[in-house]
């Protein structure tokens, strides 16, 4: 498989190379690489996850939780041009491609980083992500509780995941885990999850 698209600062060595995000609303060419996830074709989860998410919040902020070289934080970012953007990811290379998709895309309220360079105080009003399940179910599930808490109330994450990868088991554990979780759609072997925010107590903190 080589190395991991979950690297820090992958020592692959460079091919660059573009690939094409066509939906009915829009059509990106972006700069991809060797080295970051999917670089040959845009991933179908991310284009299951793009053509059936209700529109993001016209206003607020948003979030892609794992970005890669962008697409769905391009897309955020295209559909809701009042809104500020971020992309997070690990992978420094991706992130460095994101950025360049995002100034060949003329989009400027959208911004990429590592997660220590996002505002801790942000709180977001969606989150939208392909999570990386090949990071281990613990790793994984470390992700979506250090970034599902910063929904703000009435906040919606959409997460999608392959069937065959545990998706109806992460539905499960995200409803143990208080954040209730539905199925927005089941498609091509993908399933999209919609996550709301947990409720909160009546002190205003979240229900444990």
């Not at 997660?115 to 801790?120: L, Q, T, V």
């Not at 089941?186 to 709301?196: G, T």
């Amino acid at each position: 498989m080589g190395e991991h698209y979950f690297a820090n600062r992958p020592e692959t060595a460079s091919r660059p190379r573009t690939v094409d995000l066509v939906l009915p609303d829009l059509h990106l060419r972006l700069e991809t690489d060797r080295g970051v996830f999917s670089p040959d074709r845009v991933d179908p989860g991310t284009r299951v996850l793009l053509e059936s998410v209700p529109p993001p919040p016209a206003t607020g902020t948003l979030l892609d939780l794992g970005c890669g070289y962008g697409p769905i934080a391009l897309t955020m970012a295209r559909r809701s041009p009042g809104a500020a953007v971020y992309g997070v990811d690990v992978n420094e290379r991706a992130l460095d491609l994101a950025r360049r998709n995002a100034a060949a895309a003329g989009l400027d309220n959208v911004r990429f980083g590592l997660a220590e360079e996002i505002d801790p105080t942000l709180r977001f009003d969606a989150i939208w992500s392909n999570p990386p399940i090949r990071i281990g179910k613990a790793a994984l599930h470390d992700l979506l509780l250090a970034w599902l808490p910063r929904l703000t109330p009435g906040g919606t994450a959409h997460l999608v995941v392959q069937k065959h990868l545990g998706s109806d088991s992460l539905q499960r554990w995200l409803n143990e885990r208080g954040h209730p979780t539905e199925r927005l759609t089941s498609r091509s072997a993908y399933r999209v999850l919609a996550v709301s925010a947990r409720p909160r107590s009546r002190t205003g903190s979240d229900t444990a």
